[in-house]
């Protein structure tokens, strides 16, 4: 049932993520698009198919923005899909990509990522009010922020995990993300600060939550004879993975993220991953939220349940623990444009694993590495593996 | 990024450049407005509301009572066996305190919301409500509530005819 064809990601590229960038999406897309290809070595008359990944219509304002930034991804009388699973996109869009390719249907398959959500104002969090059930939720005021609040909540009172844990998280991506030349919000903070911070939503606090953010990201992806012509150090998608919990979310426990773990059985069976704590040697875990990391890391089975709040403290997933988890700085860090910050996280991988990160480069010449994004009303989760 | 890529493109706008209206912006309010059906099994479980009464949906073959009501399980695909009533009182599964309005502005007074497990549908069956009638430092999991009813005459069918959830007290039911 699993692909053919081997897939390789030959190219990676990014724009700087800010809230209130002056270019258009489309112009976002074609940046990162024009950088992957570069890198890649490629025109964009060699790329074969178009994948576009962006999140909900109602941040650009612009419904049906799979049309709307087709240009700006290079589609132009090219065989072309948008992909949408929500905060899910950035990775899936990665895994759709993938099938593009294994499948033999294409040989080279350019994958775009954009998010434009400081157009929707005062606040972007309004345009979320509209996923919501319009029977059981809307009419009680629901917000984004709401849910998360309450699956924190959840989280911590199952495991008695303790919010001074949870805040590492959030010093920690900050940190490395002043390693990062994109990052919309690098800084030196405490886990004072952390708890110091305006509540929102208790247990959420400023500080335990990612931007709003613009920017777009984008890979190139090509089969293994082309990726051979290409390049000597190509990075190959060994496993991807995605899955859907139900949407009656308040009748399931939010204490542990079941969608998440499915997506990854998917990914590790197919990447013949046995004990993903050991094999994994980088991981750049969704973190719009510094307990999703956490939350997240439990759910992809890198750790057992309730024990991620504690590998934290002890600095195991710091860039130089046993078990890096998001070098890059994460969406905490480097902000979060969605679906351009789940394409970031697969970006960072594809230069851990060739060695090119820099100063946020994971020490000890890692050869595994898995990007995981999550959405939709908290049950949707998407996973890919890539090994140099 | 990659240590090869020297200059990464983007040009943010200055906040002050924002303000000021310097910056050409196209603005735009879209006024759109939707009438949605509830449905069939959620016609009869906002029907039941005005009544006082909250409407579950009874699958045998997995053994579950579930709210809201559903005209198939999504677990087994089949049609429901039925409906049957739940009661108005259940026990705080999570809760947040919100200090923030939909639109993310501030609230003066907090809101207290909850997923509620309501008595007599299946373990860990909730649906999202507010409380009321109580502090925020005192709401805890497991907190026994009671939902609060609108009266007769003011009930709409909407899931806001129940008011919020109060805290059950020692002595009563």
């Not at chain 1, 489309?26 to 698009?33: D, G, H, M, Q, T």
């Not at chain 1, 990944?53 to 948008?82: I, N, Q, S, W």
């Not at chain 1, 929500?86 to 099938?99: C, K, R």
């Not at chain 1, 060739?354 to 100063?359: F, I, L, S, W, Y």
Request: net charge neutral; proline share 6%; charged share 25%.
């Amino acid at each position: 049932m699993f692909g053919k064809r081997r897939v390789a990601v030959i190219g990676a590229g990014m724009t700087l993520f800010r809230r209130n960038l002056k270019e258009t999406g489309k112009e976002l897309c074609w940046e990162a698009s024009k950088m992957a290809l570069e890198q890649a070595g490629l025109e964009l008359r060699d790329i074969d198919g178009v994948v576009l990944g962006t999140a909900p219509d109602a941040f650009d304002g612009v419904h049906m923005k799979g049309e709307y930034l087709a240009d700006g991804a290079g589609a132009r009388k090219k065989p072309y899909m948008r992909v949408f699973v929500g905060g899910g996109t950035g990775v899936f869009t990665a895994n759709a990509g993938w099938w593009h390719v294994a499948s033999g249907l294409f040989d080279t398959c350019l994958v775009v990522a954009e998010e434009k959500m400081s157009s929707c104002f005062p606040h972007p969090a309004y345009a979320f009010h509209t996923i919501f059930d319009p029977i059981m939720a809307r009419p009680l005021g629901v917000t984004l922020i709401w849910i998360f609040a309450l699956e924190m909540h959840r989280y911590m009172h199952v495991h008695g995990i303790k919010k001074e844990e949870i805040a590492q998280v959030a010093v920690k991506n900050k940190r490395n993300a002043l390693d990062h030349p994109c990052a919309q919000l690098p800084a030196k903070i405490t886990v004072e600060d952390v708890l110091n911070s305006e509540v929102l939503c208790w247990p959420v606090q400023r500080l335990d939550i990612s931007p709003t953010s613009d920017g777009a990201a984008a890979i190139v992806l090509a089969s293994e004879h082309v990726a051979r012509q290409l390049t000597d150090n190509p990075v190959w998608i060994e496993g991807v993975g995605w899955a859907i919990d139900s949407t009656y979310w308040t009748n399931r426990d939010l204490y542990y993220p079941k969608y998440v773990e499915c997506a990854a059985k998917m990914a590790y069976k197919m990447a013949g991953i046995k004990n993903p704590p050991k094999e994994i040697d980088v991981a750049e875990v969704y973190d719009p939220f510094d307990y999703k990391e956490l939350h997240h890391m439990e759910g992809l089975r890198l750790c057992k349940k309730g024990e991620a709040p504690k590998l934290t403290v002890e600095g195991v997933t710091e860039r130089d623990g046993d078990l890096p988890i998001n070098p890059s700085g994460g969406l905490l860090g480097v902000g979060n444009p969605i679906a351009a910050a789940g394409m970031m996280k697969v970006c960072e991988i594809f230069w851990q694993l060739r060695g090119e990160a820099g100063k946020r480069q994971v020490p000890g010449d890692p050869r595994t590495g898995l990007a995981q994004a999550w959405g939709d009303l908290m049950q949707y989760g998407s996973v890919i593996i890539m090994r140099s | 990024m990659s240590e090869k890529i020297k200059e990464y493109p983007g040009e943010r706008i200055k906040t002050a450049d924002l303000r000021a209206g310097i910056v050409p912006l196209i603005k735009y309010k879209p006024e759109a407005k939707y009438a949605w059906s509830a449905g069939i099994a959620m016609s009869k479980f906002l029907e039941e509301l005005k009544n006082g009464r909250i409407l579950a949906s009874v699958c045998k073959k997995c053994n579950r009572i579930v709210v809201p009501p559903r005209v198939f399980c999504e677990m087994c695909f089949k049609p429901i066996d039925g409906y049957t009533y739940v009661k108005d009182t259940g026990r705080v599964n999570t809760y947040s305190i919100s200090y923030i309005a939909a639109d993310a502005s501030r609230v003066k007074e907090p809101t207290i919301v909850a997923v509620i497990e309501l008595d007599g549908a299946s373990p860990g069956i909730g649906i999202l409500h507010v409380l009321g009638e109580v502090k925020p430092e005192e709401v805890k999991f497991g907190m026994r509530v009671k939902a609060v009813w609108k009266p007769p005459e003011q009930r709409e069918g909407a899931i806001t005819d129940i008011k919020y959830f109060k805290p059950i007290r020692e002595g009563e039911m």
